[in-house]
């Protein structure tokens, strides 16, 4: 049974500041990965997918890589802004899987 | 991208009643998912809904108590039945579209049950 774990629980940061966000998962056959943002008492909004075969995708300040053999994947997010604090989750589905997802990094940037 | 429209987007109800949560999606989709989102917690899958056939639901989570509808390709219902307080939750629904079943979601439903 895959399962998806996330590092740090929460993190608190400088406006300005890079920062990484880290995704484990336990089952490396995946179909795709997936990372969202949440805010609070909101649905969630789709940042960025990884298929299988990619190590990497981009979209402006954020760049998610994927080491399937590691079990790992991580989200950059360059030159942080207080408009970036939310819940950050991600999602790993396998072949013929519905999506597991992790229980979140909750993000703060300050001003 | 894709648009989901969930309705309402919270709700205060009375325990015993029951609720339906509404989804429309603006394109076909073959699947949709509904997930409950408990608070502070991530996202447990409740069950997936394709058209004309009966949902499938997760270990946990039964038909009597979260009837699905599925009556077309792009609209969906969940209802949440005979609700107690431990039912307060978040409840989302989503689609996957594209080759590469990129998964979109509605903004939710806040659910309290006093």
């Known amino acids: 049974k895959q399962e998806v774990t996330q590092i740090p629980a929460a993190l608190s940061v400088p406006e300005g500041e890079n920062l990484v966000l880290n995704c484990s998962f336990t089952d490396s056959a995946i179909y795709n990965l997936q990372w969202f943002r949440q805010d609070p008492g909101k649905g969630l909004t789709s940042l960025l997918l990884i298929q299988s075969s990619q190590r990497e995708q981009t979209s402006g300040r954020l760049n998610a890589s994927l080491d399937k053999s590691s079990g790992r994947s991580t989200l950059y997010i360059a030159a942080s802004q207080p408009g970036d604090s939310a819940t950050y989750l991600c999602a790993v589905r396998g072949y013929g899987q519905n999506f597991v997802f992790g229980p979140g990094t909750r993000l703060s940037v300050l001003p | 991208s894709a648009v989901i429209s969930q309705k309402p987007s919270r709700d205060i109800c009375q325990r015993g009643t029951s609720l339906t949560i509404q989804c429309q999606v603006d394109s076909q989709v073959t699947m949709m998912f509904w997930y409950r989102q408990q608070p502070g917690q991530s996202l447990t899958l409740i069950a997936t809904?394709?058209?004309?056939?009966?949902?499938?639901?997760e270990s946990g989570f039964v038909i009597d108590k979260f009837p699905i509808s599925r009556p077309n390709l792009t609209f969906s219902t969940l209802t949440v039945s005979n609700m107690s307080p431990e039912d307060s939750s978040i409840y989302l629904c989503?689609?996957?579209?594209?080759?590469?079943?990129?998964?979109?979601f509605g903004s939710g439903t806040q659910l309290s049950v006093l």
């Open positions: 809904a394709n058209q004309g056939s009966e949902a499938t639901y």
């Open positions: 989503s689609a996957d579209f594209g080759t590469n079943e990129k998964l979109f």
